[in-house]
């Protein structure tokens, strides 16, 4: 498979009244063409600035894509002039966002607002950008799709606008979708409906999809890779196999361990991680899990984890432990470090 | 459930309609039936958890227990008073014993009050503490619900969520309460914190005995923390049944489609398992279909379900549900 976009070293970071917040803090990996990334992690982790600074919808200030590189296609999103990242966002990468209502504009018809990307990115005119316009909600599922196109957001429900959305980011056929936590704002059948719908697109047309989210859960059914993220750090990667069953970051762990599974026996007490996520500026020095780990150890204070190999290729993990720790010995005194 | 345990909560025919503005010139009144003949018990020492999607009136029966709605009809017994035939000030002796916990931790907690004066807020009007013996108490939860007893003077801003939640639960417990109604607590929290509170309230259950009513829209947490679990579905009752039994033996389609949307974390299992994906979204409270509720959106609907309202009926011992197939 060919590598469809490669992240070096990216920093972003926000210079604000209380100081400077590192929230994204030298990341790096590669994404293949058709793959399903799962981007994983708490609030404030990162997760989303990071694809804001792929897009470059980073606001400039108080933010600020300090260092790094992205490769996409051929060239370097961060070093495009204006009208060259214009090209790619929608074009080339779209993105799809966590509240639907917020994202459509209320006084546009939803027709109006699919046709528009047409007509700019396309060269469509009014007529087949219509059209096409049409077939995309069909596309995404909407019953009686002409008539619809001539309806307000607000008459939409929640999960008619995530698919509305989804329409426009599709509408270029762009090589790569990031879905920001698309799902979290809707109700559990529709969330269902919206990943199957995700799932199919995905299949049909064979483009990469990102899929931003807090809950390990969702992404392990549709995902092939999955990215943890901490503190604006990449802390585990690997394919999701290994994330879930082979897992060697005690943050991975604690994050599954959260979540109550299906068939638990009655009376099973979650697995929680004690305390808060470190404060973004001004981070420690060492780890930056360290306040919350089970395993830490005097060194993990002092010096920063790189992202290592662990035990199979493309199986990544940055924590000074990863060997001595293997899922049931961390379970278990996870389970009583509460 | 078992015979010996007593119920502390009976619902009775319950039904809450709220009127829609009416239109100019319209003669006819418009209701939007929230809930709709509910009936259910609640017994002591157990987590009932309520279940269903927006606008299925879990909030709306949850808030009516607490006569925060006054019902329309219907009884609402609460150690065998009947709350809605209650005056004021009976109610509000009644109240000390249920006590809610709110889904928002960042709008149930006044941000002009000290913590020490939100948690305090129920001993004022219920007790005649003095000072010290309400700055005692309220310490006392603080630690009881894992925070330091001396954060009183601060302000909720300088909480995170999941600690806000803690001072709400801290609130909810000031007069010890027999029944706290959980309101979606977890659902604004991220995913390591839930699992904090969702731990803390079940040690707090054990420790001093109480009954919650826990409303979500999470079927996977709520199988977690529950002994029986009621799934509502457009102001009605779809399912009631054990836990297990609702997990091993789930009969209304309804009930089966929320199980199979639940996220796996478990690569294998999440892509061997069947989904059934409903059609469609929830229809309007305001025009719920004819016939059984939810058969717009149901796989199996037919003939008969578009005409009869299905019955609710126990189809084995304590597994109650409102389907024709069932």
């Known amino acids: 498979m060919e590598t469809l976009m490669r992240i070096k070293d990216l920093h972003t970071r926000f210079h604000t009244q209380d100081g400077t917040v590192n929230a994204v803090n030298g990341i790096s990996y590669a994404m293949q063409a058709g793959e399903v990334l799962g981007v994983v992690g708490e609030s404030g982790c990162g997760k989303s600035v990071h694809a804001l600074s792929i897009l470059r919808l980073i606001q400039i200030p108080p933010g600020e894509i300090e260092a790094g590189e992205i490769w996409f296609a051929g060239r370097d999103l961060l070093k495009l002039d204006d009208s060259g990242i214009r090209k790619v966002r929608g074009r080339e990468i779209a993105m799809v966002f966590q509240d639907p209502m917020s994202s459509l504009n209320p006084v546009y018809t939803v027709g109006f607002q699919i046709s528009e990307a047409l007509m700019l990115h396309k060269g469509m005119n009014k007529n087949q950008a219509r059209e096409r316009a049409c077939e995309l909600l069909n596309l995404v599922g909407i019953p009686e799709a002409r008539k619809r196109l001539d309806n307000y957001p607000h008459q939409f429900s929640g999960g008619m606008r995530q698919r509305a959305m989804i329409a426009m980011a599709l509408s270029c056929e762009p090589k790569l979708l990031i879905a920001d936590e698309p799902t979290t704002a809707l109700d559990v059948t529709i969330q269902a409906q919206i990943i199957e719908l995700v799932i199919r697109l995905q299949e049909e047309l064979g483009m990469a999809v990102m899929w931003i989210t807090h809950d390990l859960g969702i992404v392990a059914e549709m995902a092939q890779n999955i990215n943890v993220m901490y503190a604006g750090f990449l802390i585990e990667r690997g394919n999701v196999h290994e994330i879930y069953h082979q897992t060697r970051h005690p943050y991975t762990l604690g994050l599954l361990g959260s979540l109550p599974s299906i068939d638990e026996a009655p009376g099973t007490r979650l697995i929680s991680i004690p305390g808060l996520p470190p404060d973004l500026i001004g981070l420690p020095q060492g780890c930056p899990f360290y306040a919350r780990c089970a395993f830490r150890a005097d060194h993990c204070r002092l010096e920063r984890p790189e992202l290592e190999e662990a035990g199979s290729s493309g199986h990544n993990v940055a924590c000074w432990r990863w060997r001595e720790i293997d899922a049931e010995t961390l379970r278990k005194s996870a389970g009583g470090a509460q | ?326």
């Not at chain 2, 609460?78 to 004021?88: H, N």
């Not at chain 2, 129920?122 to 954060?151: A, C, I, M, S, Y």
């Not at chain 2, 909480?159 to 609130?171: D, E, L, N």
Request: charged share 25%.
């Open chain 2, 1 to 326: 459930m078992s015979a010996e345990q007593k119920s502390l909560v009976q619902v009775r025919n319950l039904k809450k309609y709220f009127p829609v503005s009416r239109q100019l010139f319209s003669t006819q009144r418009r209701f939007i039936k929230a809930v709709d003949d509910v009936s259910f018990d609640v017994l002591e020492g157990e987590t009932l958890g309520l279940v269903g999607e927006t606008g299925c009136g879990k909030t709306t029966v949850a808030r009516t227990i607490l006569q925060l709605y006054r019902p329309t009809s219907g009884q609402v017994l609460f150690d065998g008073v009947d709350l809605a035939s209650l005056q004021e000030n009976d109610l509000r002796k009644m109240r000390s014993r249920m006590q809610m916990i709110f889904q928002d931790p960042y709008a149930s907690l006044n941000p002009r009050m000290t913590v020490g004066a939100i948690i305090a807020a129920p001993l004022d009007v219920h007790t005649r503490l003095d000072q010290k013996e309400k700055r005692d108490r309220v310490q006392e939860l603080l630690k009881l619900v894992g925070l330091n007893p001396d954060f009183v003077n601060r302000y909720p801003h300088e909480f995170s969520g999941g600690q806000r939640q803690r001072i709400g639960i801290a609130r909810a417990l000031a007069l010890n309460p027999d029944l706290v109604i959980c309101d979606e607590p977890i659902s604004s929290l991220d995913v390591s914190i839930q699992a904090q509170v969702v731990n803390l309230l079940e040690e707090l259950q054990n420790r001093l005995g109480l009954t919650y009513i826990f409303v979500a829209h999470d079927l996977s947490m709520v199988r977690h923390i529950s002994d029986r679990i009621i799934v509502m579905y457009l102001g009605k009752v779809m399912e009631l049944a054990d836990r297990n039994e609702i997990y091993l033996h789930p009969l209304h389609p309804y009930t089966r489609a929320l199980m199979s949307a639940v996220p796996i974390p478990d690569p294998d299992k999440a892509r061997n398992r069947k989904r059934i994906i409903l059609k469609g979204d929830i229809p309007s409270p305001l025009n719920p279909p004819q016939g059984c509720n939810f058969n717009t959106r149901c796989p199996i609907a037919s003939g008969r379900c578009f005409q009869e309202d299905p019955e609710y009926r126990e189809i084995s011992p304590e597994h109650w549900v409102a389907c024709h197939f069932a």
